[in-house]
């Protein structure tokens, strides 16, 4: 403790105490202090004198710095405040645009999900019309012979007569009723002599050969048919045509071999036969031609 | 006298010719005003204690200018410019208000 009175305030006085009273610049104390010593002493009379004469200036001089320093302070923050209050304004502005655009876009997502789900819908819609169209499409083709097929059916070898009598030939119309025979038993697709029938193709004479298609075949005829091998034979010989056309082998002789088969292989019909020349694809959703393009091999 | 027609000559200067301050200057000037403030009322408290010595009040004023931004400087650099130039504006305030405590006992003798 006694060291301690040794000690200048500054060192044993707490912070704030020590700003509080050392508010006032030693310093002015100091030079006081000074100024009196000198005072006391003789022949310095001019040194008193300058404390209030012409240096006074400098102190005037100081306090203009400062007076520029505080208006200038004040006017850069009352500056600075405005551009701060533009700022703040037109960063306000564009919230409440973006914000705007905001809502608009999400009106815009909420219209377009809509439309969305609708045209799922729709996808849905047509990909079952597709579907069906295209069952449709692949059926029409198979029976009007657009394309080549292959499957189960039936093989039907039809040979003249073996005497060669002019009775015993097997005729167009024969061949015609097998065939019309064979589509009501239910084939699928028709083939003679690897010539493929269409809705287009005809069975006829021409001189004493029988053209199919306008080409023309000779004896052993082989007529194919695709179809249930199960019950391909038993309903021919059910329909008209058939039994027509059992009447007239069995009456002028000419051999019928008709035999099941497990895998038959059609052609499809020359291009020439599937072109459509003058059909144009009809409006109606009914119309049985289909878009040509699509069966253009 | 004098120093009162200095200081409204310097307002006046100030407010009409909007000097600009360099941009890299321009945080230090309050900090730099607030220490002003303390040097001119510890002059003014020395003017009435009779004491008043014009060096002395210059060199305070520009040291004190000089250290506050100073300090601010470096307390900016390390990232610790806020704190710091509470601090100072913290003692520089202790320091006006006693040496404005001192300033009123003289004027009005309470």
Same mark, same amino acid.
């Given at each position: 403790?006694p060291?301690?009175?040794? =000690?200048?305030?500054?060192?044993?006085?707490? /912070?704030?105490d020590?700003?509080?009273?050392? +508010?006032?610049?030693?310093?002015?104390?100091?030079?006081? &202090?000074?100024?009196?010593?000198?005072?006391?002493e003789?022949?310095?009379?001019?040194?008193?004198? @300058? !404390?209030?004469?012409?240096?006074?200036?400098v102190?005037?001089?100081?306090?203009?710095?400062?007076?520029?320093?505080?208006?200038?302070?004040?006017?850069q923050?009352?500056?600075n405040?405005?551009?701060?209050?533009?700022?703040?304004?037109?960063? /306000?502005?564009?919230?409440?645009g973006? #914000?705007?655009?905001? +809502?608009?876009?999400?009106?815009?997502?909420a219209?377009?999900?809509?439309?969305n789900?609708?045209s799922?819908?729709?996808?849905?819609?047509?990909?079952?019309?597709?579907?069906?169209?295209?069952a @449709?499409?692949?059926?029409?083709?198979?029976r009007?012979?657009?394309? +080549?097929?292959?499957? &189960? !059916?039936?093989?039907?070898?039809?040979?003249?007569?073996?005497?060669?009598?002019?009775?015993?030939?097997?005729?167009?119309?024969? /061949?015609?009723?097998?065939?019309?025979?064979l589509?009501?038993?239910?084939?699928?697709?028709? #083939?003679?002599? !690897?010539?493929?029938?269409?809705a287009?193709?005809?069975?006829?004479?021409?001189?004493a050969?029988?053209?199919?298609?306008?080409v023309?075949?000779a004896?052993?005829?082989?007529? =194919?048919?695709?179809? %249930?091998?199960?019950?391909?034979?038993a309903?021919?010989?059910?329909?008209s045509?058939?039994?027509?056309?059992?009447?007239?082998?069995?009456?002028?002789?000419? &051999?019928?071999?008709?035999?099941?088969?497990?895998?038959?292989?059609?052609?499809?019909?020359?291009?020439?036969?599937?072109?459509l @020349?003058?059909? %144009?694809?009809?409006?109606?959703? %009914?119309?049985k031609?289909?878009?040509?393009?699509?069966?253009e091999? | 006298?004098?120093?009162?027609?200095?200081?409204? *000559?310097? *307002?006046?200067?100030?407010?009409f010719?909007?000097?600009?301050?360099?941009?890299?200057?321009?945080?230090?000037?309050p900090?730099?005003?607030?220490?002003?403030l303390?040097?001119?009322?510890?002059g003014?408290?020395?003017?009435?204690?009779?004491?008043?010595?014009?060096?002395?009040? *210059?060199?305070?004023?520009?040291?004190?200018?000089?250290?506050?931004?100073?300090?601010?400087?470096?307390?900016?650099?390390?990232?610790?410019?806020g704190?710091?130039s509470t601090g100072?504006i *913290?003692?520089l305030?202790?320091?006006?208000?006693?040496?404005?405590?001192?300033?009123?006992?003289?004027?009005?003798?309470?």
């Amino acid at each position: 403790m006694p060291e301690r009175d040794d =000690l200048p305030p500054r060192v044993t006085l707490p /912070l704030l105490d020590l700003v509080q009273r050392q +508010a006032l610049d030693e310093d002015y104390l100091v030079a006081a &202090e000074r100024r009196a010593q000198r005072a006391t002493e003789p022949g310095t009379h001019a040194d008193v004198r @300058r !404390g209030s004469g012409h240096p006074r200036r400098v102190a005037a001089v100081a306090v203009m710095v400062f007076g520029i320093m505080a208006s200038t302070a004040a006017v850069q923050t009352q500056r600075n405040a405005s551009v701060a209050d533009e700022g703040r304004a037109s960063l /306000l502005a564009r919230i409440d645009g973006e #914000s705007d655009r905001v +809502a608009r876009l999400q009106e815009q997502i909420a219209d377009l999900r809509e439309a969305n789900a609708d045209s799922e819908q729709q996808v849905l819609a047509l990909s079952e019309q597709q579907q069906s169209l295209t069952a @449709r499409l692949r059926r029409l083709q198979v029976r009007t012979g657009f394309v +080549a097929v292959r499957g &189960e !059916g039936v093989r039907v070898i039809v040979t003249d007569e073996a005497t060669g009598t002019p009775d015993g030939a097997v005729k167009d119309e024969d /061949l015609a009723l097998l065939v019309d025979g064979l589509w009501a038993a239910g084939a699928e697709a028709i #083939s003679v002599n !690897g010539q493929r029938l269409t809705a287009a193709s005809a069975i006829r004479v021409s001189g004493a050969a029988i053209e199919v298609n306008g080409v023309g075949i000779a004896s052993p005829y082989t007529v =194919l048919a695709v179809g %249930d091998k199960g019950s391909l034979q038993a309903n021919f010989y059910d329909t008209s045509s058939g039994l027509a056309f059992n009447d007239l082998s069995q009456r002028y002789g000419f &051999e019928v071999d008709m035999q099941n088969e497990d895998e038959l292989s059609l052609p499809s019909a020359r291009p020439s036969m599937r072109v459509l @020349r003058w059909a %144009d694809e009809g409006s109606s959703q %009914d119309g049985k031609p289909r878009k040509s393009e699509e069966v253009e091999p | 006298m004098i120093a009162v027609l200095g200081l409204a *000559v310097g *307002v006046l200067l100030g407010v009409f010719l909007e000097p600009d301050v360099p941009l890299g200057l321009e945080p230090y000037l309050p900090i730099a005003v607030v220490a002003a403030l303390d040097a001119v009322f510890g002059g003014m408290r020395a003017y009435l204690d009779g004491i008043f010595d014009d060096k002395v009040f *210059v060199v305070s004023f520009v040291s004190n200018v000089v250290i506050a931004a100073g300090i601010v400087y470096v307390g900016d650099k390390l990232g610790v410019g806020g704190q710091l130039s509470t601090g100072v504006i *913290v003692v520089l305030g202790i320091r006006i208000f006693s040496n404005v405590a001192a300033i009123r006992r003289h004027l009005f003798h309470a």
